[in-house]
């Protein structure tokens, strides 16, 4: 039950959050649209746990609930296919178990590292989305971007 010590904000764990992309952009020359990821259905929330060392942010670790069983999995997984980056603290002791579990040299823990990573993800999920498919999006197109932009 209850380790005694009660609620210390101070030692509440932070990671980083984010939403898969509803759509990315597939094929050659990315002219086509696939929804969500192969693991990960589209607008579904996972959490940031690393990103592989030495890269520059290319690719993360993430655990969400997988697209076909709706348990939590540990992913490996492009950051264009990501977006809203934001700090959040963590309650869900599956997601802590998994996040000691994945021995990515430990999750981010403080509230000020996890956002200021953030910013830095949410920036470079857009430069990778603009460079990997330099070439003109599908018509009509239903990436990130275009979605974003276009008026609901
Ligand atoms: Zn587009």
Redesign the pocket.
Known sequence: MSSGTGENPAEQSWLIAANVVRWRRYGEGGQELRPGTKSYRGGSKVYVIESYAGSAHEHLTTIGRGRHTGTYITLDMATRNLHTFRAVPVHSPTVLRLCEEADVGGCWTTRADAEELAVRLEKLAVEYRTTDWATA?PVP?R?H??LTLSPV
Do not use: L
């Open positions: 999006h197109c990436c971007e275009c």
